[in-house]
C-alpha cells in the first residue's frame, strides 16, 4: 500500500478497530461479526464494506491480512480469510461481441451500472459461452435473499 493520504474509510474503520477491540477478538475468537449498526456509527455501511478488488481494502485490513464478508442483510464477518483470488495470466485471443441488432433498450456506448453490464453479457452470449450453458435463460435480477447455506472460504 502506498502513503497516500487516509481515505474517510480508512479513518472510520481504525475508530470501529478501536471501539470494539476487533483486532483482539478476531486473534481470540477467529473472527468478528460487526453488524451495520455499529458501522453506521462511523460511517454509510455501503461505503464501508464493498471491496471489489483487494487493493479497495482499508489499510487497517490489508495491513493485517483481514477480509469482510456479508453473512446476512446486517451483518458482516471479519476474519484471516482468503477472499480474493489473483488471476493467472491468460493469453488467448479475444472474441469481439455485438449486441445483437433488434435489442434496442441497451446503448453499448452508455454501460452505466453492472446490471445493465450483466444484461449485455446475456445478450451478446458470453456468460452462456462461459458458463458452457446454451440454453442459459436470466430470470431473476435485482437484490434478493438466498436463505440459509453453509460456505467454506479459506482460514
Known amino acids: 500500500m502506498s502513503n497516500a493520504p487516509k481515505s474517510l474509510n480508512d479513518a472510520a474503520w481504525e475508530k470501529l478497530f478501536d471501539k470494539y477491540d476487533i483486532?483482539?477478538?478476531?486473534?481470540?475468537?477467529?473472527?468478528?461479526?460487526?453488524?451495520?449498526?455499529?458501522i453506521k456509527e462511523f460511517r454509510e455501511p455501503?461505503?464501508?464494506a464493498k471491496f471489489d478488488h483487494i487493493i479497495n481494502l482499508p489499510k487497517i485490513f490489508f495491513d493485517n491480512q483481514l477480509a469482510i464478508l456479508p453473512i446476512t442483510r446486517g451483518d458482516y464477518v471479519i476474519s484471516h480469510f482468503s477472499a480474493y483470488h489473483k488471476f493467472e495470466n491468460y493469453n488467448s485471443q479475444v472474441t469481439k461481441v455485438s449486441l445483437p441488432a433488434y435489442i434496442q433498450s441497451i446503448d453499448s456506448n452508455n454501460i452505466y451500472s453492472e446490471s445493465i453490464a450483466l444484461n449485455c453479457a446475456v445478450a451478446?452470449?458470453?456468460?452462456?459461452?462461459?458458463l458452457q450453458d446454451e440454453n442459459l435463460v436470466s430470470t431473476v435480477s435485482g437484490r434478493m435473499g438466498s436463505g440459509s447455506f453453509y460456505f467454506d472460504i479459506d482460514n
Open 46 to 48: 455501503r461505503l464501508m
Open 124 to 130: 451478446t452470449g458470453i456468460v452462456a459461452e462461459f
Open 23 to 38: 483486532l483482539d477478538k478476531i486473534n481470540t475468537q477467529g473472527r468478528y461479526v460487526i453488524s451495520t449498526a455499529q
